[in-house]
């Protein structure tokens, strides 16, 4: 059983900030939090932000220099820190876990945190 939790979400003036926290576990698994993902309503999943193979932030154009990525590894919880928070940046965040087992790699997703952007 793989479970990824996301939490942090909620309504935030232009300008504000939030931070989102993605949780990762699961038994006979290795489970790694890869990056962060959003859904707008009518619109496709994007990346926000991810760590790369070498373990490098890597971010999408419309949220570098606001967003920042970072993981506690003993807790195998990814962060997700937003600043200067955009009407735009109005979605449904998504975490992407990575589970090993055996030689096969599986993808899980969190349930997602809503996060409203509104004045």
């Known amino acids: 059983q793989v479970q990824v939790v996301e939490s942090g979400g909620g309504l935030v003036q232009p300008g504000g900030s939030l931070r989102l926290s993605c949780a990762a576990s699961g038994s006979m698994f290795s489970i790694d939090v890869v990056g962060w993902y959003r859904q707008a309503p009518g619109e496709q999943r994007e990346l926000v932000a991810r760590?790369?193979?070498?373990?490098?932030?890597s971010y999408a154009d419309s949220v570098t220099g606001r967003f920042t990525i970072s993981r506690d590894n003993a807790e195998n919880t990814v962060y997700l820190q937003m600043n200067n928070l955009k009407p735009e940046d109005t979605a449904v965040y998504y975490c992407?876990?990575?589970?090993?087992?055996?030689?096969?790699?599986?993808?899980?997703w969190g349930q997602g945190t809503q996060v409203t952007v509104s004045s």
């Open positions: 760590f790369t193979s070498s373990g490098t932030p």
């Open positions: 992407k876990a990575i589970g090993r087992r055996l030689g096969t790699s599986y993808v899980y």
